[in-house]
């Protein structure tokens, strides 16, 4: 039967490529398109453990090729220089390579317990006030992000210790659920932290997708933003204006927990600059600079321009797993019931794309994401007290949601949100508030099994 249904979407799959190569400037409609294709003409057709690492099948052999050089660069792990292969590392950083965090280009999880050191998160950091574009003020001798590693001859800046703490609630059914919540501490600083510092962890988030999310004309995001609410729903969405170092000027935010990076290059080069500690030509001086832990090496940039370049690219072409599932009757009434919770006011289900000169792979096509690019205010739970450009220390960017139900096939774990707290998707859903808190209080008043409805909802995407 599974291979019956998976021929039948091989075949949508032809169709909608036929269509598209024979209407190159014209949106296809609405019946050309099937929501089992999340990632649109750009959808792998691969439920496995690999099945967030795949290139778009509509591709060049050209392109095939960029997307090949940018995926080994992805995985190669770097040293400390001078060294023949792969050099630059530190002399402070986060992780050794990309793929130590993006784990199979999918999600890192936070630590299980407090003897765990961080590995696939980081922790952003700042004093109160804005800098000249409107970005965070760097914290003096630790920038804004901390280094919990550094190469030898070095010091880190410090440790993290992570501890968790539960409370134990119940529905209105009597059904009981436990919701944990983490503490971060900074330990053993090289020297003493200001006592306003605030910090923020991150969690490392899924990598696929994102060449289409950045076609997606800014006009387009703007139809959702509703920032004084004029429509009373209770539900806002405002954009994060950034600043875009290349340009040389201010862009819409798009990636990131806070939509702080406007585009997957200045998001590519900042991971290799703060999380390695690797210079480039778009961050071209040491995360170090200014600090005891600066080598003074004359070698910056430390990474050659084609290699930042093809791992940009790689992520750009990052293929979204088909759905399954899609077509089963307590998926279509979890889907409805997401629907009548508001869910979709901020993981809106669909968008289209727009032109893109570049890479006509991405053009004009109607994908599945399940988020708006927007930020909302998520309550207080969710609080990090930490404002980013215009994201406020309550306001996150809506995640999207596809691929969602492979994270335990991918990365082995269920762990959602932005540090990681949710030990599962009902939890994830249950840590909102503010805007989304008349959705919770909807789950929370449904029955056990439509609740579990939504979940399968959830897992089919």
């Given at each position: 039967?599974?291979?019956?249904?998976?021929?039948?979407?091989?075949?949508?799959?032809?169709?909608?490529?036929?269509?598209?190569?024979?209407?190159?400037?014209?949106?296809?409609?609405?019946?050309?398109?099937?929501?089992?294709?999340?990632?649109?003409?750009?959808?792998?057709?691969?439920?496995?453990?690999?099945?967030?690492?795949?290139?778009?099948?509509?591709?060049?052999?050209?392109?095939?090729?960029?997307?090949?050089?940018?995926?080994?660069?992805?995985?190669?792990?770097?040293?400390?220089?001078?060294?023949?292969?792969?050099?630059?590392?530190?002399?402070?950083?986060?992780?050794?390579?990309?793929?130590?965090?993006?784990?199979?280009?999918?999600?890192?999880?936070?630590?299980?317990?407090?003897?765990?050191?961080?590995?696939?998160?980081?922790?952003?950091?700042?004093?109160?006030?804005?800098?000249?574009?409107?970005?965070?003020?760097?914290?003096?001798?630790?920038?804004?992000?901390?280094?919990?590693?550094?190469?030898?001859?070095?010091?880190?800046?410090?440790d993290v210790l992570v501890t968790y703490t539960n409370q134990n609630y119940s529905f209105p059914d009597g059904e009981t659920y436990s919701l944990r919540s983490p503490h971060f501490q900074l330990t053993n600083p090289y020297m003493a932290l200001p006592s306003n510092v605030m910090i923020s962890p991150r969690m490392a988030p899924p990598v696929f997708g994102l060449g289409l999310l950045e076609a997606v004309d800014e006009s387009t995001i703007l139809t959702y933003a509703d920032e004084n609410d004029a429509n009373g729903d209770g539900i806002s969405g405002?954009?994060?204006?950034?600043?875009?170092?290349?340009?040389?000027?201010?862009?819409?935010?798009?990636?990131?927990?806070?939509?702080?990076?406007?585009?997957?290059?200045?998001?590519?080069?900042?991971?290799?600059?703060?999380?390695?500690?690797?210079?480039?030509?778009?961050?071209?001086?040491?995360?170090?600079?200014?600090?005891?832990?600066?080598?003074?090496?004359?070698?910056?940039?430390?990474?050659?321009?084609?290699?930042?370049?093809?791992?940009?690219?790689?992520?750009?072409?990052?293929?979204?797993?088909?759905?399954?599932?899609?077509?089963?009757?307590?998926?279509?009434?979890?889907?409805?019931?997401?629907?009548?919770?508001?869910c979709a006011s901020c993981h809106r289900p669909s968008m289209v794309t727009g032109v893109h000169v570049e890479l006509p792979e991405v053009s004009n096509t109607r994908i599945f994401p399940y988020t708006d690019l927007l930020l909302h205010d998520m309550g207080e739970g969710l609080a990090d007290h930490r404002p980013d450009f215009e994201a406020d220390g309550r306001e996150w960017r809506t995640p999207p949601l596809w691929g969602i139900g492979l994270t335990q096939k991918v990365n082995g774990h269920n762990f959602f949100l932005h540090d990681g707290r949710a030990r599962s998707l009902e939890e994830a859903i249950l840590w909102h508030g503010g805007e989304a808190e008349n959705s919770v209080q909807y789950y929370k008043n449904l029955s056990k099994s439509d609740r579990q409805a939504i979940l399968k909802f959830l897992q089919s995407l």
């Open positions: 039967m599974k291979t019956n249904k998976f021929s039948i979407l091989a075949g949508i799959v032809t169709v909608v490529a036929l269509l598209h190569s024979c209407r190159k400037a014209e949106l296809l409609s609405e019946s050309d398109w099937n929501e089992w294709l999340s990632g649109g003409k750009q959808t792998l057709f691969d439920e496995s453990a690999r099945a967030f690492s795949s290139m778009f099948p509509d591709m060049s052999p050209a392109n095939q090729s960029i997307h090949g050089m940018g995926d080994k660069a992805f995985s190669a792990t770097h040293v400390s220089a001078p060294a023949p292969i792969n050099p630059g590392l530190g002399p402070i950083f986060n992780n050794v390579s990309c793929s130590s965090c993006h784990i199979a280009d999918g999600r890192g999880r936070p630590p299980l317990n407090a003897s765990e050191p961080i590995s696939a998160m980081l922790i952003r950091l700042s004093i109160p006030g804005v800098g000249a574009h409107g970005e965070p003020l760097n914290v003096p001798g630790f920038g804004t992000q901390l280094q919990q590693r550094a190469i030898t001859g070095s010091v880190k800046e410090a405002k954009p994060n204006y950034v600043w875009d170092v290349l340009s040389n000027s201010t862009q819409l935010g798009r990636f990131g927990w806070k939509a702080n990076n406007p585009t997957i290059l200045q998001q590519s080069a900042g991971a290799y600059n703060e999380d390695m500690g690797i210079t480039n030509y778009v961050f071209p001086t040491e995360s170090s600079h200014g600090q005891i832990q600066y080598d003074n090496r004359n070698d910056d940039p430390e990474l050659p321009d084609s290699v930042l370049r093809s791992v940009s690219f790689y992520v750009q072409t990052l293929a979204v797993p088909v759905r399954r599932n899609a077509s089963d009757p307590e998926v279509l009434h979890g889907k409805e019931l997401f629907t009548k919770a508001s």
